[in-house]
């Protein structure tokens, strides 16, 4: 088997901003560099460690089918775990992914950082929002971390040629943890552009971004997408395999799977800037505000409206019985969570026409989405992304 070569590259300091990276070296290929830039202030937080490095090009040698060769220190506890982890992926996507080795020149664990301070993912959606608040209210029972500070990453949901939608963005988050005291910290790369399949690798490239900061932070919280009633095996973030891409100084914990969306706004709306700054849209023009059209922009809607709460400000427009009903789900495990949506309505009293037609909506889509699934299966149909 043919190795990839990761080489670690050494930290620059411009203009207020420092930027980190590795490059690798694939046979056949020219060398890649993959890079991370965030604001100087935060260079002590930052770790020596290529553990970030070697999450950020995992899936790219398990798809090359190539062992990964690491120049740099590695983690001894967080190899072990990505061998656990390589073993759902290869069992569940034979056809992708190959189990590979990963060596390094020296495996060594780094100590815990004596503060035991969380840092969170963060992009200003329900998930991240209902994370945040949670940790700070002092409501998340024996899975109470203390979270510290935020990290919002331009080149995930906003890509890197979306600059400007990105920096209205960071006003919205910035607004929002600040209220909250937690430190707000905006950064970029371009470890997207490894990636093929977005839905399988996204857990692991969020991952590597916290893991960065395992410096100053012991552990690194990753919102829930899914509930336990509704995972997708495998996905790219899921309890099933989140916390094996974490070592003994730094923990990855995904957070809040026991939650539905209609749940997590219940939360949510005691938050007044959240209300105000909210943004879960990612098919709108604009990157940094709601379209208050698109199925994810109308499912959060109508999880306010189940509890009997005004569509918060965020939102300039409400959604019409009409856009309801011609609502097209992209998963089936959206199913689960339209039937949560007109459960929690029930549950409260909730009365009136749009629950009629997320009735019919749920009916439509139950017959459509096996449809759907043959078409993608005989490749006449593309499968849409969450």
Not at 266 to 289: H, S, T, Y
Not at 321 to 348: C, M
Request: one cysteine or more.
């Amino acid at each position: 088997m043919p190795d990839i070569h990761l080489w670690p590259v050494e930290a620059a300091r411009q203009d207020q901003k420092i930027t980190l990276g590795f490059e690798l070296e694939i046979p056949g290929s020219d060398r890649d560099r993959i890079w991370y830039e965030l604001p100087a202030e935060h260079n002590a937080a930052l770790t020596m460690s290529c553990d970030p490095f070697v999450l950020g090009s995992l899936f790219t040698a398990m798809r090359n089918g190539m062992n990964l060769i690491v120049h740099g220190q590695v983690s001894p506890t967080l190899l072990r775990n990505l061998d656990e982890f390589q073993q759902v992926w290869t069992v569940c996507k034979p056809e992708s992914y190959t189990h590979i080795n990963i060596t390094a020149d020296e495996e060594r664990e780094l100590p815990r950082p004596v503060n035991e301070t969380a840092i969170a993912a963060f992009s200003g959606g329900v998930d991240s929002c209902f994370t945040a608040w949670r940790h700070h209210s002092g409501q998340a029972g024996r899975s109470q971390r203390n979270l510290r500070a935020a990290v919002m990453v331009h080149g995930f949901d906003i890509t890197l040629r979306k600059k400007e939608d990105f920096e209205r963005s960071v006003l919205r988050v910035k607004n929002m943890l600040d209220s909250l005291g937690i430190l707000f910290i905006p950064m970029a790369t371009n470890l997207k552009k490894q990636g093929v399949d977005w839905e399988d690798e996204h857990g692991c490239s969020i991952a590597s971004c916290l893991a960065l900061f395992q410096g100053e932070y012991s552990t690194g919280l990753i919102a829930s997408t899914d509930a336990y009633p509704k995972l997708t095996i495998p996905w790219g973030s899921s309890p099933l395999t989140d916390h094996l891409l974490s070592s003994q100084a730094f923990e990855i914990v995904h957070d809040g799977a026991a939650y539905f969306r209609s749940d997590k706004v219940r939360w949510i709306a005691e938050w007044p800037e959240a209300l105000q700054n909210l943004r879960v849209c990612l098919v709108g023009a604009e990157k940094d505000r709601n379209c208050c059209r698109c199925e994810k922009c109308t499912r959060t809607i109508l999880s306010f409206r189940a509890w009997g709460l005004a569509k918060p400000a965020c939102f300039e427009k409400d959604v019409s019985n009409s856009q309801i009903i011609g609502l097209k789900y992209f998963h089936p495990t959206l199913l689960n969570e339209y039937a949560a949506i007109l459960r929690t309505a029930r549950q409260n009293g909730q009365t009136g026409s749009w629950m009629r037609a997320l009735q019919l909506s749920m009916i439509l889509n139950r017959l459509r989405l096996p449809a759907q699934k043959a078409l993608q299966l005989i490749g006449l149909k593309k499968p849409v992304h969450r």
